[in-house]
């Protein structure tokens, strides 16, 4: 599963600075069936906006639950699908003006019928971040051969030679990955076997 935010305007162009986002995957189950997201976005407007487009794919086939958006701020129409995209908007309770800041955090539910899911979550830097984190917390059976790992844009498929290290939270049930600052064309990725 990958996740980002997407605009119409050109990537050079984003009407946000991001200054964190957090993507964290659950596994539910040890069958790899049913999948929970928390998607955590901290932004600073850099010009009048009222909507946040978020577009990511899923590697599943299934149920893609709509997401419950964190108060104050509302889905906004149903779930788009664009070729292997799902695209959706969420309205904030306000219009944005330039140098505010804004927290938006949404979750959802997956639920995987034909057992296509390719196990990793992995997220492409599209847009200048200052901080990225991803999770992954899995059931017990599978948090063996966890590896985390960083694609260049040109790279093809693969490991890198020094591969980021990865850590456990506090309460020592997710794989973490966190990057300062990275480098715009880099992907980002935690991968397990199932």
């Given at each position: 599963m990958s996740a980002s935010p997407s605009y119409?305007?050109?990537?050079?162009?984003?009407?946000f600075i991001f200054r964190r986002i957090e993507h964290e995957l659950e596994v539910k189950d040890a069958a790899s069936t049913t999948f929970g997201t928390v998607d955590t976005y901290e932004i600073e407007a850099l010009r009048r906006c009222r909507f946040f487009e978020h577009r990511y794919t899923w590697s599943g086939s299934g149920v893609e639950i709509p997401p419950t958006v964190a108060h104050p701020h509302a889905l906004h129409g149903p779930l788009l699908k664009s070729d292997d995209s799902t695209i959706f908007l969420i309205a904030?309770?306000?219009d944005l003006v330039p140098g505010e800041l804004e927290t938006i955090r949404f979750e959802q539910r997956f639920i995987d019928r034909r057992a296509q899911f390719r196990p990793y979550l992995g997220k492409a830097v599209e847009y200048e971040i200052a901080s990225l984190r991803l999770a992954v917390k899995l059931p017990m059976a599978l948090r063996r051969?966890?590896?985390?790992c960083i694609h260049l844009a040109s790279d093809p498929p693969g490991l890198m030679d020094e591969p980021p290290k990865y850590t456990?939270?506090?309460?020592?049930?997710?794989y973490m990955l966190t990057i300062e600052n990275p480098p715009i064309g880099h992907r980002y990725a935690i991968h397990w076997i199932d």
């Open positions: 119409p305007s050109e990537p050079s162009d984003p009407p904030f309770d306000r051969n966890v590896r985390p456990w939270d506090e309460t020592g049930d997710r």
